[in-house]
């Protein structure tokens, strides 16, 4: 079973409260994200695939009061398995890593990710030291998720299955300069 990631990106965000920070992956997650409502405080990745959960975990220890959310696809996260081994050393209670699990690197042409060969993104997070893990596939989970999200206080890790569709591209502002100086702004930081 699996969900339509544009109506699991919504219920993730519903009522996102004015504290969590979202870093959402190359690609789709962040065209989601952008479609679903567009906010300063979404820190948008282009051109760097692989990094959004370093990116996260340094955003995380930054800002300790603000809950940061990386939401990414399997591909950038297979990309990046690693710094799942980083997060799990240092801990930050308010970072949550949330994997869009469709099967297919949708980026390049939709040939089949490793976790349709059986790579069990879950079970790596669980190994590299994260407490809280998920494994999202319908709405009851889904539901549980945006709940958590909300007021986690240790490193979650959760994979969602999302279908491997299509739905129309929103793209938000691509000027890195732009992108940094809003969120900094969004911060009470000087841009």
């Given at each position: 079973?699996?969900?339509p ?108 990710s490793?976790?349709q ?75």
């Amino acid at each position: 079973m699996s969900l339509p990631r544009r109506d699991a990106m919504a219920a993730l965000m519903q009522g996102r409260g004015e504290d969590l920070l979202v870093v959402p992956g190359l690609g789709s997650t962040t065209w989601d994200l952008a479609a679903v409502g567009d906010d300063p405080r979404n820190f948008y990745m282009w051109g760097a695939m692989g990094g959004a959960a370093m990116i996260g975990l340094g955003l995380a220890l930054a800002q300790p009061h603000k809950r940061v959310a990386v939401i990414t696809g399997d591909g950038e996260m297979l990309m990046g398995l690693g710094s799942l081994a980083t997060i799990g050393v240092q801990r930050p209670r308010n970072l949550a890593v949330i994997v869009f699990d469709n099967g297919v690197y949708g980026e390049t042409g939709g040939q089949p990710s490793h976790t349709q060969a059986g790579i069990d993104l879950v079970g790596v997070a669980r190994a590299a030291g994260f407490a809280t893990c998920c494994d999202v596939a319908d709405e009851a989970g889904l539901a549980d998720l945006a709940r958590r999200l909300k007021a986690f206080e240790e490193i979650l890790f959760a994979r969602v299955a999302i279908d491997a569709d299509e739905p129309p591209r929103v793209l938000p502002e691509r000027e890195g300069v732009a992108l940094k100086q809003r969120f900094r702004a969004a911060l009470g930081l000087k841009p």
